[in-house]
């Protein structure tokens, strides 16, 4: 009976020493968890133009194009690189593809012309800028004809180098770290109005382009 009580003693201690290990591996454990910070969502739909891409950029490409609708119609496409001169200033250099059509009495007559330009463009603040430009074009002047005995058409041309010189003044909107929008207002110098010889368009001269 004694050997009995004795037994039943010592399992009735180991038991109870085991639930105190098992309670304190539960307590331990409870300890280590941490809680993870909760971590902000950088995912948006709206995407934020960095205060950097509204900077003068040191190299910059872009195409710019002079649309006019109606009689004469015109489309005029300009490539151009630049590179930052200073620390408000760029220059550059681009050509200029332009394709007319005029309609007289019916008849329409198209031309194509071409030439090169260099530029500077003024920064006083990180949107606007003053544009000064001289563009040579080399000009098709086209004239067309009826026969009045078969009705058929004739077509003349012959071409006419000029120097035009433009000023005026741009905006420049970036639509994210790489591209730019860019609106300007040009007058130029040596131009009078459209139609007349050696002209593709009269004042002022409204460009639109994109930048990167």
């Known amino acids: 009976m004694v050997l009995l009580l004795a037994l039943s003693s010592l399992s009735y201690g180991q038991f109870v020493e085991k639930k105190k290990a098992d309670s304190t591996k539960v307590d331990s454990a409870k300890k280590v968890v941490k809680k993870e910070p909760v971590k902000p969502v950088t995912n948006s739909i709206v995407k934020v133009v960095k205060e950097e891409a509204y900077d003068i950029p040191k190299r ?10 109606g009689n004469p119609l015109l489309l005029e496409v300009s490539p151009f690189v630049a590179i930052k001169l200073g620390k408000k200033t760029l220059g550059g250099l681009g050509l200029t593809y332009a394709f007319s059509q005029v309609s007289v009495n019916g008849v329409s007559t198209n031309a194509s012309h071409f030439g090169a330009r260099t530029f500077i463009q003024f920064y006083p603040t990180k949107y606007f800028f003053a ?3 001289i563009e040579g074009m080399s000009l098709e002047n086209t004239t067309s004809t009826i026969d ?5 058409a004739t077509s003349t041309s012959n071409r006419e180098t000029i120097l035009n010189l433009l000023v005026g003044a741009g905006l420049r909107y970036p639509i994210s770290s790489k591209f730019a929008l860019q609106a300007m207002v040009l007058y130029d110098m040596n131009r009078r109005t459209a139609g007349a010889a050696g002209e593709l368009h009269s004042n002022p001269v409204f460009r639109i382009g994109l930048t990167f």
């Open 60 to 69: 910059q490409f872009g195409v710019q194009i002079v649309p006019q609708l």
């Open 131 to 133: 544009h000064g430009e």
């Open 148 to 152: 009045p005995n078969t009705g058929l």
